[in-house]
């Protein structure tokens, strides 16, 4: 009889995610913040006179494709240890890393590039502001890469598979971040250089 | 294939289990780098003390030379040193940089690191349900970063050249300039150092405070059932979030500017007659990255303090806090709004007026959000049966500073107006009143209303009587008087009036904000005594001596880690029935399920009752009292 008569005034359970996901968006979100106000403070610099036009260097638009091909490794990767074919997973992480690597070198170029047309980091603000924005990027990639090789050493050690995804799901989140960071980056450059 | 990879999740949890045996141990790893949220909340609140106490010695130092300028100061000469000139008075230069600190000070160490730090870390997994934050390493290195941000800021108190002493915002070309005062070489490097560690920091544990709140809620706790505070906390972790990066970004071009040559702020300045290679900056681009972050940064103090202050008049009132909802609304909407106003601080940059009178009309509406904060207050006080605790006092101190200092704000918001009142005595008046002391004043109301549940042991009443006394009619003699002479025109941030005719007549004014000033820390001794004799020796609490609704009060006097032994409490109701009519006690705490108050159910309550029952055998709550 107690049994029957058994009061179930369950609430229902809160809304969550995964907090470490969560915490990556978040992350990833101060981010957008810190090159918001790099990019804003370009504008109104520009806006205000004494601009100095420089042409954006041409190796750029083979360093965005780059990065778009190792946003595509990655991807295949995640979706490799999803399948559990943990040889795809390794290779399309060392893929990804090779690529990533690739990316930088072509933005050292790129600045070399800068300084051949006189456009140095000292200089007018023009010229310095797009030296802060690609090297500030390029010091995320850095940490991005850092995060790729701890899941590529994950990986070795068959902790990456179709039952443990949350951190290449979070590597994969914040690698397709930092890639479409750069495109932002890039248009940004191209419409007002 | 599958029993390897459950071997695999077993060893790491196996892993995680043996970390945690660890910390439990150790001496280090239990008060030093703890993991546990409450211990980390109590090392950012002694930090915060530490740090108030010594931004309230500078800021007494500096008022002896305003109001008693002819004053010898050489009896401090042991510990200024050199920072006296051979007459005995403080030193130009020095005068400059005791303002700097004292504003860096308050503003970040004490106010945004010490309020959040200490009660966002130790109140929302304790109000919100959790057995600790979303990751307590993140939380540990958010304290140690703090802790490495306020030894470099210390450190830079010694050095010959003095500390950073450009003010709190750091204006180029005045900071970017070693030439320019010997505070802007080493001294603003290592501010500038320390601000960084400061915001990553920052950054940390909003990114903790905010997953915890969206994430770790107990069962039940809808986001339309948590304490004000909470929601108070949580947005303020979001405008941090939104808001420091943009700080750091413009530190990060100011670094450059300093140490590597580039231009971003400098142009066409001469120094000795000699034209520097820099061109093309503007000094304004600086202003407009500091005020975004500058303008929310008061909002990131305060909302603290205003949350802290609806649970404790809402408790101490034995009433509902009236508009639960409006101030959710309000919270939001100050929170939005903080976003947009930053221009209001720059009126006399020569900015185009027209945007001028935007950023007014913005600036004036956050006077709707504000006010429905203070009507709310005052109708959730009034009739109310109020319990004076210490607490409460503080509490409605901050709604008299909150009013007070918030009148003001309409004035120097009015561009017109700021523009004859800009850099007076009368905006340092306004924002001490309405930041700086309103969130003072919440942090001493939450220290005096949470100090049972940190440290299991009461505060004296009598001496936080004693200490809330001083401190408010100290208060108000400090900055009350200030506005008058900021409406005379004295300029802030100046060393001495005595040169200028127009300004001697003030001087007996000046001598009084001195003395009610020294009156006013010296009241926070007592405080200090209270606060680390009680931490000893203080009459042990009960486990909810205030009778409180939230979900702290059902933990342990002592909570351990994890907060709960057993299970984490359900939630079944909003945190603020108090004096429900037809209750037997006066406070029906969260936890408790409608289905064990039928006698003061209001009809939807009981709805809700029969609704949860239906799967199984659906009973009438009537019947419910008879079988338990």
């Keep these: 009889m107690v049994n029957d008569i058994h009061i ?15 915490a990556l968006w978040l992350f990833m979100v101060s981010i957008v913040m810190l090159f918001a106000a790099w990019t804003s403070a ?3 610099k520009k806006a205000s006179g004494d601009w100095q ?6 190796v750029l638009w083979v360093s965005s494709l780059v990065i778009m091909l190792s946003s595509v490794s990655m991807h295949w990767s995640k979706i490799s240890a999803k399948k559990d074919s943990i040889p795809q997973l390794k290779m399309g992480l060392i893929i990804t890393l090779l690529l990533g690597l690739v990316f930088l070198a072509l933005q050292w170029q790129a600045w070399g590039q800068l300084v051949d047309q006189q456009a140095h980091f000292v200089g007018k603000p023009s010229s310095s502001f797009i030296y802060i924005l690609t090297g500030m990027h390029g010091l995320h990639l850095i940490s991005g890469l850092i995060f790729v090789g701890i899941i590529l050493a994950a990986a070795w050690q068959y902790k990456i598979h179709s039952r443990s995804m949350v951190r290449i799901e979070m590597c994969t989140t914040y690698w397709h971040f930092l890639g479409g960071l750069w495109l932002y980056l890039f248009i940004f450059l191209l419409l007002n250089h | 294939m599958a029993t390897a990879d459950i071997h695999v999740d077993e060893g790491l949890q196996h892993h995680d289990d043996h970390e945690h045996d660890h910390h439990d141990q150790n001496f280090w790893t239990k008060y030093v780098f703890s993991e546990d949220h409450k211990t980390i909340a109590k090392q950012f609140l002694i930090t915060g003390i530490f740090w108030a106490l010594l931004g309230g010695l500078m800021s007494v130092l500096f008022r002896l030379q305003l109001g008693f300028p002819d004053m010898s100061l050489e009896w401090l000469r042991p510990i200024l040193g050199g920072w006296l000139t051979d007459a005995g008075k403080l030193d130009t230069e020095f005068y400059l940089a005791l303002v700097t600190m004292h504003g860096t000070i308050m503003v970040f160490f004490v106010l945004t690191a010490g309020l959040s730090g200490t009660f966002s870390n130790f109140l929302i997994p304790l109000q919100v349900g959790a057995r600790d934050m979303a990751s307590g390493f993140m939380n540990m290195l958010s304290y140690w970063f703090f802790f490495a941000s306020s030894a470099v800021m210390f450190t830079s108190l010694f050095l010959s050249t003095g500390p950073a002493s450009g003010g709190w915002v750091i204006y180029p070309p005045l900071s970017a300039l070693p030439q320019a005062m010997s505070g802007s070489g080493l001294g603003m ?21 905010v997953t915890t709140v969206i994430n770790l809620r ?9 304490p004000l505070t909470i929601w108070a906390f949580f947005l303020t972790a979001v405008i941090g979030l939104l808001s420091f990066p943009v700080l750091f970004a413009a530190a990060l071009l100011l670094i450059f500017d300093r140490s590597f040559g580039t231009s971003f702020y400098l142009s ?7 034209a520097l290679p820099n061109s093309g900056g503007s000094p304004v681009l600086f202003q407009h990255l500091f005020w975004f972050l500058g303008h929310p940064e008061v909002y990131i103090v305060l909302l603290p303090a205003l949350g802290i202050t609806s649970e404790i008049i809402s408790t101490n009132s034995r009433k509902p806090i009236f508009g639960y909802r409006a101030m959710i609304g309000s919270l939001l909407g100050i929170a939005i709004l903080s976003f947009i106003v930053w221009a209001h601080h720059m009126f006399v940059t020569g900015m185009n007026p027209f945007l001028g009178s935007i950023f007014m009309l913005l600036t004036l509406i956050i006077a709707v959000p504000s006010a429905v904060k203070v009507f709310n207050y005052l109708t959730t006080l009034w009739r109310g049966n109020l319990v004076f605790t210490p607490a409460m006092l503080f509490s409605i101190g901050l709604v008299s500073f909150f009013i007070s200092g918030g009148l003001t704000g309409i004035h120097l918001g009015n561009a017109a107006i700021d523009i004859q009142l800009h850099d007076t005595y009368f905006v340092v008046a306004h924002f001490h009143i309405v930041m700086g002391s309103a969130s003072f004043f919440g942090m001493l109301a939450g220290i005096y209303h949470w100090f049972p549940k940190m440290f299991g042991r009461m505060m004296d009443r009598r001496l936080g009587y004693l200490h809330f006394w001083l401190t408010f009619i100290g208060v108000y003699m400090v900055f009350f ?16 009036f005595t040169n200028f005719d127009a300004f001697n007549s003030f001087a007996d004014l000046n001598a009084l904000i001195s003395v009610a000033a020294i009156i006013t820390l010296a009241a926070q001794f007592i405080f200090l005594f209270n606060f680390f004799y009680c931490i000893f020796r203080g009459r042990k609490a009960s486990a909810n001596p205030w009778k409180s609704n939230t979900l702290e009060w059902t933990t342990p006097r002592n909570p351990g ?3 709960w032994p057993g299970e984490i409490p359900t939630v079944y109701r909003w945190p603020y029935d108090y004096s429900k009519p037809g209750a037997e006690e006066d406070f029906i705490p969260q936890h408790i399920p409608y289905s064990e108050t039928p006698e003061s159910n209001l009809p939807h309550e009981n709805d809700l009752v029969r609704i949860e029952t239906q799967d199984g055998d659906a009973i009438r709550v009537s019947d419910q009292g008879t079988e338990e």
């Design chain 1, 8 to 22: 179930v005034e369950e609430p229902k359970k809160t809304l969550s995610m995964h907090p470490k996901k969560f």
């Design chain 1, 42 to 44: 370009y504008i109104v």
């Design chain 1, 53 to 58: 036009l420089i042409e954006i260097p041409q």
């Design chain 2, 189 to 209: 490097t290592l501010w500038l150092v320390s601000m960084a560690l400061f915001i990553i920091s920052t950054l940390l544990g909003g990114i903790n405070y």
């Design chain 2, 218 to 226: 107990t069962k039940g706790m809808s986001f339309s059932k948590l």
């Design chain 2, 268 to 274: 066409d300045i001469y120094i000795g007659g000699e």
């Design chain 2, 481 to 496: 008087p200030m506005h008058y002479i900021g409406m005379a025109g004295f300029p802030r941030r100046y060393y001495s």
């Design chain 2, 561 to 563: 880690h994890g907060n």
